[in-house]
């Protein structure tokens, strides 16, 4: 399989919901890393989801594996509310692919479609709608 951009192809925990909505994005796409998350996707249901798991429209507090270590937050969000100056990263960008359904410690790392490379790790979940009991959003 070519892919556009590469997200580590392990299994990934998702949501039942968050599986659904990623799905209807992904059936126009050529393939796709997302389209293989997807399909390697451990699902749950939305109450079910452990609050150390990167969901849709988390908060979450990385870190560089290398370098001053500086905490910075990135909100996973849909390609229409993305707003990479605000934090807001699309799922469908190399780095928001990468980060969905890791867990607090995992490693996130992806290569763009130019071909440049990325690598954060999952540090905190400031927010997750689902631990916040906010099954729906």
Do not use: F
Request: hydrophobic residues 40%; proline residues 6%; glycine residues 8%.
């Amino acid at each position: 399989m070519t892919l556009d951009s590469t997200a580590v192809l392990t299994t990934r925990t998702l949501t039942e919901l968050d599986h659904a909505r990623l799905t209807k994005y992904a059936d126009g796409l050529p393939a796709s890393a997302i389209q293989s998350v997807l399909d390697n996707a451990e699902l749950v249901a939305p109450s079910e989801i452990a609050g150390d798991v990167v969901t849709m429209r988390s908060r979450v507090q990385v870190v560089a594996p290398t370098g001053d270590r500086e905490r910075r937050t990135l909100t996973l969000s849909y390609p229409l509310d993305a707003d990479p100056s605000t934090g807001c990263i699309s799922v469908l960008s190399p780095v928001g692919t990468a980060l969905l359904g890791l867990r607090v410690g995992d490693m996130a790392n992806w290569v763009a479609p130019d071909g440049s490379g990325g690598q954060l790790q999952v540090a905190a979940i400031a927010y997750q709608p689902e631990a916040s009991g906010e099954h729906l959003l």
